[in-house]
């Protein structure tokens, strides 16, 4: 490189890295809520356990796979510099809120 004149500097980049998040899932373990029932007399109450979420025994963290390959060079006593990055980026594990229609009879 040193022969060539006309390249002042050159240089080579390389990233690859893996990123994780919880999303907006909330339902990873059951939730339990206690509560007491409503009677017409105070003393007449009693204890119940409302279920609140199920369980998801699937539900993982949200992934993201990044790769990046760039390269920066000055040319000309560095009168003209560039850089050029080509990257990859894979997401997988999403998770998203679905809407559903609840029906009543």
Avoid: C, H
């Avoid at 119940?48 to 025994?57: F, G, P, Q, T």
């Amino acid at each position: 490189m040193e022969k060539i004149s006309e390249i002042d500097y050159l240089k080579l980049r390389a990233s690859y890295g893996i990123t994780a998040s919880l999303g907006p899932a909330t339902n990873a373990d059951v939730v339990l809520r206690s509560s007491t029932t409503n009677r017409p007399y105070a003393d007449e109450g009693e204890s119940v356990i409302n279920l609140i979420n199920l369980a998801n025994d699937d539900l993982t963290w949200e992934k993201n796979y990044q790769a990046n390959i760039g390269i920066d060079f000055g040319l000309f006593k560095n009168r003209l510099s560039a850089s050029v990055d080509v990257y990859s980026r894979r997401s997988f594990d999403l998770i998203s809120r679905i809407k559903t229609i609840r029906y009543r009879w």
